[in-house]
Structure formats: C-alpha cells, structure tokens
C-alpha cells in the first residue's frame, strides 16, 4: 500500500464521525474495564477505589484525553511529529517518542490476555470449561500450558488483518457490531449476578466505600487506571485525532468515551463482585481473578456456556479494537517517519512486538513466571511500569504542551467560556500537579 502521509499537511487519512466515535470508545473500552479493573479495585478494596478511580477520570481522564485529541487533530500526525510540530522544538519529539514506545509496551501482555479470553470462548462454548468446579485450578494449568502462546499469535494474526486493511474500512466496521454487542451480553449477566446470593455482599463491597482500604499505591494505581482504561498517555487518542474532520466537535467524542467507558466499568464490577462473594473467590485474586470468577456465575446460567462462549468471544473482539490503537501508534509513526505503506509498517510493527510478548505470555503463568527481579516478573513488570509509570508520565507532557507551551489548543478543541477556562485550568495546575504529587509521594520523596 502507498504511504498516506503527506510531508506538510500530515496524514490524509480521515474516519468518519460515527466512525470516530465508535473507534474511540472502541479503543478505550477493552480488556481495562473487564479485566484489569475489576482485579485491581479488588486488590485495592472495593468501594472507595472506585471512587477514586472515578475522581481521577473526570478530573485528570477527560481533560487529558481532550487534549490529547486536540494535539492529535491539530498536528495531524503521530504522537513523535505531533508534539514537535505543536511545541515548535523538535526535542519535544522525544517525549512523544515515550508514548510510541508505551503503546509498543502494553500491547506485549494485553495481547496475552486477549489470547487467554479467546480460549475461554471455546472452552465454554464446548463445555469443557465447566467439567471441573475448581476454576482457579483450570486456570493454573492453563496458563501453565502452551496453549496461552497458540491464542496469542491468533490475536496477532487477526488484529493485523483488520489494520491492514486501513482506518475506515478496517477499524470502524469492526466496532459498530462488537461494542454494542457486549454491552446486550454483559446486561444479561448482569440481571443473572445480581441475583446471586452474595449480590447484596458483593454490591456493598464495590460500591461502599471504606476509606481506610486506601494507600497512596491506590491513588498511583487508581490514576495509571484511568489513563489505562480511556487509552491515554501511549499516543494512541493522539494518533486517531490525526484522522479526525475538522468539523468533528472534539467534547463532544471525549463526553462519549469517558460515558462509555464508565458505564462499562462500572457494569463490570456488577457482575464481578456479586459473583466472587457468592462462590467464596477471595476478589484480590489478582489478573486471574475475572477467569475465575465468571465460569462460576456462567455455570450456574441457563445456556450458561453458550453465554459463556458469547460473552469471551466479544470480550476478545473488545479487546482486538483496543488493540489496534495500540499497534496504530507505532504504525503510524514509521508511515510518517519512514515513508512505509500501511502494511509494511503494520508487519515490521507486529513482528518487533511478538518478539517480547512470547516471553511476557511465559511468564504469566508459564516457565517464566517464577523468573523475578525485585518481586516482579517481567509480565508484571510490563503491566506496572506502562500503566503507572509511563502513561501518566505521557499524560503530563500533554498537560504542560497542551497548558503552557501550544498556544492553539483552547481553539482547537472548539470550547468556550468557563468550560474553556475550566479545562485549561485542569490541564495548567490540577492534571499536572497530581500527577506528580501521585510520583512525588509514590518515591517517596514527599
Ligand atoms: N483502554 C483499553 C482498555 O481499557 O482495555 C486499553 C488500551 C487500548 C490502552 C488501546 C491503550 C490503547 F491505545
């Protein structure tokens, strides 16, 4: 394929608007809201997490996302050309380079978990899944196995099948069937979880908050959750701003991202948590805990494993889109930098990444799992060090390019009056200043 990329107006591709949207909820909608969510708030104590994790996403999440689209549709590139076109320094490129390279990070294990819900498809749609009642068991061999290798080099052939095929035709199409389609799945599982008997306990534990559960590790997790959740701080907004019209209203598509993305959450956490109360699942079980969980709740269904099979292959679908924001950013970056054709870019891309997520898929439960450097193996390592550290690092060099150094921001993302105000003044003082009071006390040097 040719390059798309033009040297002085940028790239020329463009979505359309339902397009956008629904690409932009797609990409934040994933794995983070199903997976990564529910076993974080409930290694970190439920209610009041969650409130904290709220807080973080409309008062850190969404105006950084704003302004993420806003540098992306402005400088009409990759995070790289974006943030040295718009600062007018071309060392600004470096930090942008950091958000290439955390986007290239999480797509090593995220791939491996996309991998994991696919095989859960097939195991429950054959009913194999439910032969044991002991789930944690069947996901301790299974992810001992190496079957979890297998399920993610699929995810890499399908997620570069449909980036190859481009932005409109590709990404879009795919989101319009998939992002509704869970959302009627998860409502049904909804109606059977809470209906459980340890709904009421599981219900009181996500959404009551007990404050004395937090630890400042919580407010670091709870805000790497957010950027997490809404794919901010790895370019990935940033990048497909760069194929937003002109006349697209920016609020407009961060309102519906961070909507979508909460009601998703926060349905999550609906089935999660009414189901381990109820079938004794200790909820700090850590990333294994939603496959754990669910095959309970799916066991004790009507049609429970064809709902099963539904529900993980959507899952999988969900997590596919996310996934090609993530491999986007770097793609785009060698399109514009290098000059390649979308394909070309797309296979260097994906093979480069393999190359670390088969080790980063062996220790999430395979030989290398017991393989650590100061507690942490690498699959943990990825998932820390990207969520915690290098996204909301990404975030703040958006907040200050986007607060004091590009003066076409406020312009750029159409709003006005005190909402304008308001936004600026998130991204001058409070975005930025959390953030690093976040680090600041997580180093402990405050
Ligand atoms: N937001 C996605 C999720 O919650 O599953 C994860 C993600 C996707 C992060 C794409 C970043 C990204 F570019």
């Not at 959302?183 to 599982?189: A, E, G, Q």
Request: aromatic share 14%; hydrophobic share 55%.
């Amino acid at each position: 394929s040719p390059s798309t990329v033009d040297k002085k107006a940028g790239t020329t591709e463009r979505f359309s608007s339902a397009g956008f949207i629904l690409a932009a909820i797609g990409s934040s909608v994933g794995l983070g809201n199903m997976w990564k969510f529910t076993y974080v708030t409930g290694q970190n104590g439920g209610g009041a997490f969650f409130l904290l994790f709220i807080a973080c996403l409309f008062i850190v999440g969404l105006p950084v996302l704003l302004g993420e689209l806003a540098v992306g549709r402005a400088g009409r590139g990759d995070a790289v050309i974006s943030f040295s076109k718009l600062s007018g320094k071309k060392w600004w490129g470096a930090l942008g380079f950091v958000a290439v390279m955390a986007a290239f990070l999480v797509m090593t294990f995220y791939s491996t978990i996309a991998g994991w819900t696919l095989h859960y498809a097939v195991q429950s749609i054959s009913g194999s899944l439910f032969e044991s009642t002991d789930y944690q068991a069947v996901y301790d061999a299974f992810t001992a196995s190496s079957a979890p290798i297998w399920w993610q080099i699929a995810i890499f052939v399908i997620t570069g099948i449909v980036i190859a095929k481009g932005i409109s035709s590709g990404i879009e199409k795919f989101n319009k069937i998939v992002i509704p389609g869970l959302l009627i799945i998860l409502v049904i599982m909804l109606v059977r979880t809470l209906t459980l008997d340890g709904a009421a306990e599981g219900i009181r534990y996500f959404l009551y908050p007990d404050f004395s559960q937090l630890t400042f590790q919580s407010a670091l997790e709870a805000l790497g959750l957010a950027f997490f959740s809404l794919s901010l701080g790895m370019g990935a907004m940033l990048t497909y701003g760069a194929y937003v019209e002109k006349h697209q209203s920016l609020s407009a598509a961060t309102l519906a991202v961070g909507a979508g993305d909460l009601a998703y959450a926060l349905i999550a956490g609906l089935i999660i948590f009414p189901t381990t109360f109820t079938f004794g699942i200790a909820p700090n079980a850590g990333p294994g805990l939603v496959f754990v969980a669910l095959p309970a709740a799916f066991a004790a269904m009507p049609f429970g494993n064809l709902f099963g099979g539904l529900f993980f292959i959507l899952l999988a679908i969900a997590a596919i889109t996310s996934c090609l924001a993530l491999i986007e950013v770097p793609v785009a970056y060698l399109m514009r930098k290098y000059g390649h054709g979308r394909t070309k870019a797309t296979v260097f891309v994906m093979i480069a990444m393999y190359v670390l997520a088969l080790p980063v898929t062996l220790a999430a439960g395979g030989v290398l799992t017991d393989v650590t450097f100061a507690g942490r193996n690498l699959f943990d390592w990825l998932d820390f060090v990207t969520s915690n550290i290098m996204l909301p690092l990404g975030g703040l060099f958006v907040t200050i390019l986007v607060g004091f150094v590009w003066k076409g921001a406020g312009e750029e993302t159409g709003l006005k009056g005190w909402w304008l105000k308001a936004w600026l003044f998130s991204m001058r003082y409070i975005a930025p200043i959390l953030i690093v009071l976040i680090f600041l006390k997580y180093a402990g040097i405050i």
